[in-house]
């Protein structure tokens, strides 16, 4: 029997190993098959399409390989800014392109800064005299913002145009967590630090709705300017005014009240425009359907174009998204991974560094190991400058800090110089279901902070003064960067956040511009003249899918912090406690038999004896059913 089991687990183990060996030659010849690059025979003489099927970003986010075959749905697209920005300057100047065709179709949207990135590349598309023809079904800020740079702009006979202009909705939980009797503990600086508010309030305080209104009002300000600057014949009060009685006007027809306006231009199906743009472009020489045109696609044209590099190095690290302590990213910015790549590139013999920032800021912890990595670059002499794109907030300010010039444009946020922390109790709200804690306490510490019982004013005033601490240092490295005073902190800092234009007149920015200025600046100040240097876009080298899938499989699927800062390593214990009661609630109602295990004994490293990813979330909203009712 011992020799038939042994036999068994050998099979077994082939099994396993065949099963693997199958999955990973499948993701091989899968990336083989997606990452094949079409070669300049590939491009049609005729139209550039831009089919934006989805986001414009700063950096797109790698899909998982294992979540995109097992979801029913095609994820949601994303396109990088400077991507977009490069094919149209590159088609400006070809003479295989007779115009661009920009379909908006499922356009989702976009920051104010890119859309204006990709306006300016339109735009000079139309100075080489080429024109510009977009499409869509329902144009809103963010497609209108870029079909504007058009010369005819074409919506479906269904669809609609309307400006809603820039704003900001939150939910509030206060009345919520009053009712299911959770107390939500937060500690912080800064009176503008708002985040914390939908914890605390039922609306917006009145300094938050004092602050939204100055800042949203820039950017208002910001999106008319540029709008009218590319459309100044839109009379945009009467769009935005009485947008009912501008729809009445036409009949209740958002179409023809669009092109009213002079939102669109004309009025057509995607038929239509295709056959229009095969009159132009001319016929694909691939498709014999009666409305296909000659074009080629984005990413066709960018595996045709690479981009050139001659001269010297300046690295470019893109820091996007919210700032998180693990490996995470792209698309969300990992210390760790941005830390590694950093690292990686420290002996490159890079000329100057750009820092490219498009985040709100995130992890203290993270922000800050990101900003030691950048210094590591400064003691070797290295100029650092700092592009910021529609965020370089809170986090995304504090890893700016070690740059010598700091570009940015007027729509883009800034600022929020603030900390905080968020850390509830359900002591009340567990004794509503009949569950208690008691226990036994060597030190005033023992068992804090505790989210059961509450949090001791001890340990309450130990966090915020740890909070209190990081919020010194922050404004003083901020001064200290930028030569401002410290003293006058109350005026740039509060955890309010700015608009670049502000930013700039309070000194927190330099000069408005986008990467190309921040590039060229980095060159200057590496005594490198035009044409003899060139961008190195640090750790973009595309992830392969078996690369992935191996780190999937490698890490559970989750990335291990070793960045946590005090206030993490607390609130750890709170994730592990509720760990913890959903192993006893399971071993009341699981059979296990005789057991001898030490129930009172304490567990290493305060983890629970058996790990459920996703058992305490799933037990506090069982909790909060149950309370609720």
């Not at 919506?155 to 009797?181: C, M, N, V, W």
């Not at 570009?407 to 569950?435: H, K, N």
């Not at 901020?478 to 003293?487: C, K, L, P, T, W």
């Not at 989750?558 to 509720?578: E, I, K, P």
Request: with cysteine; proline share 4%.
């Amino acid at each position: 029997m011992e020799f038939a089991r042994k036999v068994w687990k050998v099979l077994v183990a082939v099994k396993d190993g065949l099963a693997l060996l199958v999955l990973l030659m499948f993701f091989g010849l899968l990336y083989a098959v997606l990452s094949a690059r079409p070669g300049a025979a590939a491009v049609e003489d005729g139209a550039l399409l831009l089919k934006l099927d989805g986001f414009v970003v700063e950096e797109p986010s790698a899909p998982d390989p294992l979540t995109l075959l097992m979801s029913q749905q095609a994820p949601v697209g994303e396109y990088r800014a400077r991507d977009v920005v490069r094919a149209l300057r590159t088609a400006a100047r070809d003479e295989r392109v007779k115009l661009v065709a920009l379909d908006l179709s499922g356009f989702m949207g976009g920051g104010m800064v890119h859309l204006q990135e990709i306006g300016e590349a339109l735009d000079l598309v139309r100075k080489s005299g080429k024109k510009v023809y977009t499409f869509g079904l329902a144009y809103l800020d963010d497609g209108l913002l870029l079909a504007a740079h058009s010369d005819e702009v074409w919506i479906d006979p269904h669809g609609g145009a309307f400006i809603t202009g820039p704003g900001s909705q939150r939910l509030y939980y206060a009345g919520l967590l009053e009712k299911i009797k959770v107390k939500v503990n937060v500690f912080r600086v800064g009176t503008f630090k708002s985040a914390v508010e939908p914890y605390l309030l039922s609306s917006p305080s009145e300094a938050s709705r004092r602050s939204d209104d100055a800042l949203y009002g820039a950017l208002w300000q910001a999106w008319q300017a540029d709008y009218r600057k590319a459309r100044p014949k839109v009379d945009i009060g009467r769009v935005t005014g009485d947008s009912l009685a501008w729809i009445k006007e036409s009949g209740g027809d958002s179409a023809m009240a669009a092109k009213a306006a002079g939102l669109v231009d004309r009025i057509g199906t995607s038929s239509d425009f295709n056959r229009r743009l095969r009159e132009l472009a001319g016929e694909a020489p691939r498709d014999d359907s009666f409305e296909a045109f000659a074009h080629t696609d984005l990413a066709t044209w960018l595996d045709a174009n690479p981009e050139e590099k001659p001269g010297k190095a300046i690295g470019v690290v893109t820091i996007a998204g919210e700032i998180l302590n693990g490996d995470e990213g792209p698309g969300v910015a990992g210390a760790e991974r941005i830390v590694g790549v950093l690292e990686d590139a420290l002996d490159d013999d890079l000329a100057a560094l750009v820092v490219r920032v498009d985040s709100p800021g995130g992890a203290l912890m993270g922000s800050e190991h990101i900003r030691r990595a950048l210094l590591r670059f400064k003691d070797k002499k290295v100029p650092i400058v700092v592009s910021m794109a529609n965020l370089g907030a809170s986090g995304g300010y504090w890893v700016s800090t070690p740059a010598s010039r700091i570009y940015a444009e007027p729509a883009t946020i800034t600022g929020s110089i603030g900390v905080f922390a968020v850390m509830p109790t359900f002591g009340e709200a567990l004794g509503q279901v009949g569950i208690n804690e008691d226990g036994v306490k060597t030190t005033p510490l023992t068992g804090e902070p505790n989210v059961i019982g509450g949090i001791s004013p001890q340990v309450s005033e130990l966090i915020q003064a740890n909070i209190e601490k990081s919020y010194r240092e922050f404004t003083a490295l901020v001064a200290h960067s930028r030569g401002i005073s410290a003293e006058r902190a109350p005026d740039w800092a509060e955890g309010r956040p700015w608009d670049g234009g502000t930013a700039r007149q309070l000194g927190l920015v330099d000069e408005f511009g986008g990467l190309d200025e921040a590039l060229a600046h980095a060159a200057k100040l590496a005594k490198l003249d035009e044409g003899d240097w060139h961008a190195e876009y640090l750790g973009q080298e595309p992830t392969s899918p078996l690369a992935a899938v191996l780190k999937r499989f490698g890490s559970g699927g989750a990335s291990v912090s070793v960045h946590d800062d005090f206030f993490a390593t607390l609130a750890r214990r709170q994730t592990n406690l509720f760990a913890r009661l959903e192993a006893s609630l399971r071993g009341m109602t699981e059979t296990r038999g005789v057991q001898a295990m030490c129930e009172e004994c304490p567990v290493l490293g305060n983890a629970p004896a058996r790990r459920n990813d996703g058992a305490d979330a799933g037990l506090i909203l069982s909790l909060l059913k149950a309370i609720a009712g």
